[in-house]
């Protein structure tokens, strides 16, 4: 896990958590709630790093947990549809996004990789063969 309920407390008041998912009205922050804004943001973070870092990562750099925290918050913002999001919050989401944007491309790094070792990319799967290819590299070339 990215980050967890403790992390986002330290973010957020335990008042403003019961009002974001307290659907039953019982007066206790919900962590079933607060369990699917952490996948969301776990989901949308390994989205952006497939390719480039091995998933999951053995250890969570605190960048990724500040980011995991970010996104949460801003989650657990866009279910209450009556509320207005802060602007404060919208602003992180939309920096969080674009430094995730910025990780994938390689601009900035996590600081996983060890000294003088260039980073090992993430690797795709496929359950295709050579043997599934349509078209034969002698009919490619002849076009």
Sequence with gaps: MYCVLDDINKQVTTDILIQLTDDTQSGDIDPVVVEEAVIYSETLI???????????????????KILAVDLCIYRLYSRRFQTDIPDSISEKYKNSIKLLEQIQKGIISLGTETAGQAPVLGEYRTNKSFEDRTFSRQILDDF
């Design 46 to 64: 390994d989205g952006y790093l497939r390719g480039r870092y091995t998933l999951p990562l053995s250890a969570v750099p605190d960048m990724v």
